[in-house]
């Protein structure tokens, strides 16, 4: 039967406390126990339906990850803080002193800087190689890899991660899989095609409003579990929880995500099509020229699109700039990080959200200068919008 992610997350009832639509929000960061053997059994994991602390999880947190692994189609899930406090203890929990990782070179920078910076400091090293290419991919395993981390659809330059080819390495080599799917949800369901482990940033398309930060890592009960352990689960030791206010308003936006993710990607298209036609280089899943469009289509669920991410370059950092600050005058779009806003947001990625890359690394995996990143926004007359960039790029010169 096909998967049908948002139907998953629809299908799901939960009542607040006075028969209200929306499930109560858990405003306590602790719990009381009617016995002091329960809260020692809860403590060694045994109890359901008990909650101990906040940090470890909360009403609220739970309907959220409940939603999350619906959407996913795991087992489980656990929300986090952020994406990267998603990512980190992810890596953490898997990895050791002496292991190894085999990432896609083309990652968000954040994740970048932790692999690349921070993680050697535990002994923990990590190949960088070219996703797309799963005989590079295997090359780089060595008996001390754990991972293969990627993205869907990467940060920034869009680069689609052949999912089914790498868990088929993955189980080869008896490794994780770990994806992050923060480009693409609903879109692209990574566990259904072999992902063992499956996370998002929340701050972007899921929750949508740019109001918030949050995470989330979708997996197997077990491992869900481990990550939760009061022992030595690295998302309770390393402490980056979400609080239930945020986790309860991010439930209510998720039920929003497949009409917005349409529109986002209607949207996208629309344009991608039109600044390829004037002979721009615009990169998007969608278009046939994308090196990936048919590995992307084999692994879709169709109906919601190529999703909302674009780039385009306009040659030069100088005509980049130009151009950004020209389309926020005209109110097109914010010049901001971050993706998944119902406004169009747009960044020069190699002089923010991936500067921490260093600049002929930058070259080596083809982030120019020029490059900007478009998250396109919920636009209900794209055509107008179009028009409007379309005047913008003639005038500084990037038409
Ligand atoms: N993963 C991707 C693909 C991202 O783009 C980002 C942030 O830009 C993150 C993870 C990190 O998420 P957060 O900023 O919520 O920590």
Known sequence: MKFKPANNIQDLQYFGEFGGVNPSISDSSTYTFLSAKTMFDTFEGNTDGCYLYSRHSSPSN????????????????????????????????????????????????????????????????TSFVDITKLDVVEAAIND????????????????????????????????????????????????LLGADIVI?????????????????????????????????????????????????????????????????????????????????????????????????????????????????????????????ELMQEKNLGYLAVSLGFYKTLFSAPGTSTSSEIPEDEQKEMGLTDGLIRFSIGLDDDIERTYQMMHACMKQVGVL
């Open 200 to 324: 998002h940033s929340l701050t972007k398309f899921i929750n949508g409003s740019s109001d918030t930060m949050g995470g989330v890592v979708c997996g197997s009960t077990d491992f869900i579990n481990s990550q939760k352990s009061v022992i030595d689960g690295a998302s309770m030791l390393l402490g980056a929880s979400m609080d239930s206010l945020r986790s309860s308003s991010i439930l209510k936006n998720m039920r929003t995500l497949h009409i917005r993710m349409k529109q986002h990607s209607k949207n996208a298209t629309f344009l991608a099509e039109k600044f390829e036609a004037n002979g721009l280089k615009t990169v998007y899943p969608g278009l046939k020229s994308h090196p990936s469009h048919e590995i992307f289509k084999s692994m879709m669920n169709v109906e919601y699109g190529f999703g909302g991410m674009l780039t385009i370059d306009a040659g030069s950092l100088e005509k980049a700039n130009a151009l950004m």
């Open 144 to 191: 001390n890899t754990k991972i293969i981390y990627c993205e869907s659809v990467s940060n920034p330059l869009l680069e689609v991660a052949d999912i089914i080819g790498l868990a088929a390495l993955a189980k080869k080599y008896n490794l994780q899989l770990v994806v992050d799917n923060t480009f693409s949800p609903l879109s692209i369901s990574p566990a």
């Open 62 to 125: 739970l309907y959220l990850g409940e939603a999350l692994a619906a959407m996913e189609g795991t087992e489980a899930a656990n929300v986090a803080g952020s994406g990267m406090g998603a990512i980190t203890p992810t890596i953490l929990q898997i990895c050791g002193a002496g292991d190894h990782i085999v990432s896609s070179r083309t990652i968000y920078g954040g994740t970048y800087a932790f692999l690349k910076n921070f993680t050697p400091r535990m002994q923990i090293k």
